[in-house]
C-alpha cells in the first residue's frame, strides 16, 4: 500500500482533535517514555505541551546525543537551474515571477562545484525548478555524473519523477532525493498549486517511496512551515516518515523545516510559526522518531540554527547561495533570501563552541544503491 | 576464548588492554583523544566513510597516533557484502590497516549486523589477507562459521547500539565465549562501566565501547570507569568468582564449633 492510499484512510480531523485535547497528563506520560508512540507524539505537539518545553528540550537533546554524538553533518545547495513550470504560489521561481532565468552550463557547473569544494564540502543539494524543456531528466543525469569524482554525497532536490527516471539518478551516483510535500492540508495544496504537474497532492505524496524503491539511499521530507496548522503538519510528517522508515528499511529519512520567507512572490504565510514553534515541532518530532535525521538551512538566522546544535537538529547547510551560479558570483535572483550569511569556518566555530563536531564527509563511493529484492 | 592471563592477543598482536574505543561520536578531537588517552585502550576503531585523506585538518584518523594506537577502521554504512568487501579495501589502499572490523547494517534505524553478509564478506576478506573482526548478533553458530571462516575474533552485540543496555544478549554470549576459539569482543550497548565489569567477569576477552564514554558529560572520566571496569571484571574472571546462592553463608564459616 502506497502512503498516498495510507492517507486516505487518516481522519484529519480526528487527528487534529486529538492534538488539541491532549491534556498535560499525556504528555507528561509521553516525556515518561523511552520512545513516544504515536499517541505520544500527538500529545508532545497539543497546546498543552507548551507548560513541559524544558523537558522537551532535554529529552531531545539526550536523545539526540546518545543516536548521533555531537555530530553536525555540513553540505551545501547548489541550484542548477531556476526555469519553472509551476505557479506556486509562496515560490520565488514561479513561473509567473518575471527573475531572469538561468540553466547552468557543464563548465558553470563545474566553476560552482570547485567553489564548493575548495571550501571544503562533501556532500552537495542539486536544486532545479521543474521545467523538462530546460532542465529535465537528462540534463539532472548529466550533471550527477559530471560531479560524482568531486562529492561523496550528492543529493537532488528537483521535479518529481517516475521510478525508471530515479533508477537512472540512483545509478549515475545520487545517493539522495529531497522532496517536500509543502502542506499536508489537501484543501491549502490544492490553493497553493493551482497549475503545472505539481498540482497532483497524491503523486506528490507517492514521491519519497518511489525513489527510495528506485534505490535512492536517503530521502529527504519537509512542509513548508507558514502555509497550515504547523501542529498537524508535524504530525502528518511523522507519519509520512514513519510509514518509509517501516517499509523502505534499509533507507535514511530527513525531516527539514524550511519556514517560508520573503521572496520574489512576495507572498505571505497565511499561517506564520514562531521560533517557539518551530523549536516544539523539532523535538516532538525527536522523540518520535530518535533515528530521524533533521535538517535546518541558512534560510533561519546564525541565532536560531546555532541554538538547535547538540538539540535535535543533525545537518546544517552553510555559506549558502539560492541561485544558479551563486558561488561564481552570479547576480541573479535567489529562491529565497538566505538569513545565515556567515562563512563556512564562521559555522563550523559556532558548532564547535557548542561542545559539537562539524561533519564534511560521512559518505564513501563505496555505497550502492539500496536493494529491496 | 582467550585464556592467557593477562595480555590479549588478536591474530599476531598482544595487547594489554581490553577495552577497545570508537571515536565517531565526540564533541571534538580534543576531547576525543583525551578520552582515548584516559582509556588506556590500545585499539581505536575508525569509520572509513567519515575518513577524508582530501582534508586533513579535519579527518579523524590524522588526530590519532597511529603508532601508539592500532587503529582499526571499520565499515559503517554498508548495506551488503560487496560495500563492506570495497570499503576494506579502501582502507588497505589508503594505509589505514589491514585489520578491518566488518559492520553490514542494512537497517540504518537499529543498525543491526545482516550475519549472511557479514560471513561473505569476512570469506572473501580473510582470502585477501585481511585481519577481520566481523560485528555480529549473539548468534553461537554465526560465530563458529566465521571461526572457520578465518575471522580473528568475533564482535558479538550485548544490546542494540548506543541503547546503553547493557548485556542483554547474556546467555548466548556465555555459550559464544564457551565455545570460540578465537578473541570474543562484547561490541555494541554496553551503557555503563558495570556492564563492562559483567563482559570480562563472564570470560569475554575484551569489551568495545562508544556511546556510553562520548555522550557522557565528562567523556574522560568515564573512560578511565570503563578502563578500571574492565581491568575488575577480568581479575574476576581470572580469580574465579564463587557460586551464586539462595542462602546466606557466613564469611568465617564456625563449623568448627561442632565437634
Known sequence: ?373 | MNTTNGSLKIANRVFSSRLILGTGKYGSNEIMKKAVAASGCEIVTVSVRRADISNPARDIMSALDGKSLLILPNTSGAQNADEAVRLARLARATGVSDWIKIEVTPDPGWLLPDGEETLKAAKVLVKEGFTVLPYINADPILAKKLEDAGAAAVMPLASPIGSNRGMRTLDLIKIIVGQSRVPVIVDAGLGRPSHAAQALEIGVDAVMVNTAVSSSGDPEMMARGFRLAVEAGRAAYLSGLGPESDKAGASSPAEWIIK
Open chain 1, 1 to 373: 500500500m502506497s502512503f498516498s492510499d495510507e492517507f486516505k484512510n487518516f481522519d484529519v480531523a480526528a487527528i487534529s482533535a486529538k492534538i488539541y485535547r491532549s491534556t498535560s497528563a499525556d504528555v507528561r506520560r509521553a516525556l515518561s517514555k523511552e520512545t513516544a508512540s504515536l499517541d505520544d507524539f500527538l500529545a508532545l505537539l497539543s497546546p498543552a505541551a507548551r507548560d513541559y518545553a524544558h523537558e522537551l528540550a532535554a529529552r531531545s537533546r539526550e536523545i539526540t546525543l546518545r543516536h548521533f554524538g555531537g555530530n553536525i553533518g555540513l553540505y551545501a545547495p547548489l541550484y542548477l537551474s531556476n526555469e519553472c513550470d509551476n505557479a506556486c504560489r509562496y515560490c520565488g521561481f514561479n513561473s509567473a515571477s518575471s527573475v531572469g532565468r538561468k540553466t547552468l552550463s557543464e563548465e558553470e557547473t563545474l566553476r560552482e562545484a570547485d567553489s564548493l569544494k575548495s571550501r571544503g564540502f562533501d556532500n552537495v543539494l542539486l536544486l532545479t525548478g521543474e521545467s523538462s524543456s530546460k532542465a529535465g531528466p537528462a540534463y539532472v543525469e548529466r550533471a550527477v555524473r559530471l560531479l560524482t569524482d568531486k562529492f561523496t554525497f550528492i543529493g537532488l532536490e528537483i521535479f518529481p519523477s517516475s521510478r525508471d527516471v530515479y533508477r537512472k539518478f540512483a545509478l549515475a551516483g545520487a545517493s539522495g532525493l529531497t522532496v517536500y510535500q509543502e502542506t499536508y492540508d489537501e484543501k491549502v495544496y490544492a490553493d497553493m498549486h493551482s497549475s503545472g504537474a505539481k498540482k497532483d497532492f497524491r503523486m506528490r505524496l507517492d514521491t519519497p517511496g518511489r525513489a527510495l524503491e528506485a534505490g535512492f539511499r536517503r530521502v529527504g521530507l519537509g512542509a513548508l512551515l507558514g502555509l497550515a496548522d504547523w501542529r498537524v503538519e508535524a504530525a502528518f510528517l511523522g507519519l509520512h516518515a514513519s510509514y518509509l522508515a517501516d517499509k523502505y528499511w534499509r533507507s535514511d529519512i530527513t525531516i527539514s523545516f524550511p519556514r517560508l520567507k520573503k521572496c520574489a512572490s512576495n507572498f505571505m504565510p497565511p499561517r506564520p510559526v514562531s521560533d517557539g514553534e518551530v523549536a516544539s515541532m523539532i523535538f516532538a518530532l525527536r522523540l518520535f522518531l530518535p533515528r530521524v535525521g533533521m535538517i535546518l538551512s541558512t534560510r533561519e538566522s546564525a541565532a536560531f540554527r546555532d541554538s538547535f546544535v547538540g538539540w535535535g537538529i543533525t545537518m546544517m547547510s552553510a555559506a549558502s547561495r539560492t541561485n544558479p551560479g551563486g558561488y561564481s558570483g552570479e547576480e541573479t535572483l535567489e529562491q529565497f533570501e538566505v538569513s545565515d550569511t556567515r562563512g563556512v569556518s564562521e559555522v563550523v566555530r559556532a558548532i564547535e563552541g557548542r561542545g559539537c563536531f562539524a561533519v564534511f564527509k560521512d559518505w564513501d563511493k563505496s555505497f550502492g544503491v539500496a536493494r529491496y529484492d
